[in-house]
């Protein structure tokens, strides 16, 4: 089976009857978690990012608090877990601001783990390069944005 470019799908889909679309989105929501979890978020929260984001991190809270901190291996594969999330919840919404932000709260809660993630070698490098990704992020912004998101990026340097 050859499978269709973006283009060739969307002229398809412009001859279809409003029931036949209503069909092939039920179906693709029933054949994968993502694609149902991508139409809940275009649904019924893409309208309100600020709740989007409000519970985007409770799920990353629960995340957190039920991480296993008794050795640094299992602290980083929860923690890997969680960046995953992040990025899947990211490429939802499509603005940057609302992944700088989740990042920046990663951020904040790896700082507050403990034992230290900063006495971990490996820890301590993806933290160190989800800032320096972060930075990155924050350069392509609005001004006013970029203003308030660096104050919150030099609260989490210190």
């Known amino acids: 089976m050859q499978i269709e470019s973006i283009s060739t799908i969307k002229k398809e889909l412009q001859h279809l009857p409003k029931e036949d679309l209503l069909e092939l989105c039920l179906r693709l929501g029933k054949f994968k978690k993502e694609n149902k979890a991508l139409l809940t978020y275009l649904l019924f929260e893409a309208n309100d990012e600020d709740s989007y984001i409000s519970s985007v991190k409770s799920t990353l809270d629960e995340l957190f608090d039920g991480m296993n901190t008794n ?7 929860t923690i890997r877990k969680i960046l995953r999330e992040i990025r899947v919840y990211s490429r939802y919404s499509l603005k940057k601001s609302t992944e700088v932000e989740l990042l920046l709260y990663f951020c904040d809660r790896l700082n507050e783990l403990r034992p230290s993630i900063h006495r971990n070698r490996k820890l301590s490098n993806l933290y160190e390069r989800q800032v ?7 350069g392509a912004l609005h001004e006013d944005l970029r203003y308030d998101y660096n104050l919150q990026l030099e609260a989490l340097k210190k």
């Open 71 to 77: 050795s640094y291996f299992y602290m980083k594969k």
């Open 132 to 138: 320096i990704s972060i930075q990155k992020k924050i």
